[in-house]
């Protein structure tokens, strides 16, 4: 399956995906994740206000495959979490990139997103899969 990925997007190994949105930055899991993982029927989040470093577990997605953990990309704030992934898990598997976001951060350290992968190197990274 081929996949489209944002360009403005930086993905980390685990597949997750940071993008600036002006000072913040939005926070989710790769297409190829989400595709992955199959039905999602759960996803676990931080709460509004709770600060985490880069590579620690942030929260869980859980579908009928298996749970996995969600490692944050950036070292943040959280300023927002997606509430309708929450009541609504089917919006994370219909448009991840998009609509099925997970969490907006305050990031602790900008330059961190410079050891991420841009969408050109995470397309070679998940086709060598």
């Keep these: 399956m ?30 190829y994740a989400v595709d992955q993982l199959g039905d999602i029927v759960f996803v676990d989040l931080p709460e509004v206000g ?12 859980e579908s009928v495959k298996a749970v996995e953990e969600m490692f944050l990309p950036i070292s943040g704030e959280v300023i927002e979490r997606n509430e309708t992934v929450l009541s609504n898990p089917e919006e994370l598997q219909n448009d991840p990139h998009g609509k099925g976001w997970l969490l907006l951060v305050r990031p602790l350290e900008n330059s961190e997103i410079n050891e ?5 190197a995470y397309s070679t990274k998940i086709s060598a899969i």
């Design 2 to 31: 081929a996949f489209n990925f944002p360009k403005q997007f930086r993905f980390a190994d685990s597949h997750e995906y940071a993008s600036f949105e002006g000072e913040l930055v939005r926070i989710g899991i790769s297409a």
């Design 116 to 120: 991420l992968m841009d969408s050109e």
């Design 50 to 61: 709770t600060s985490l470093n880069r590579g620690n577990p942030f929260g869980s997605v």
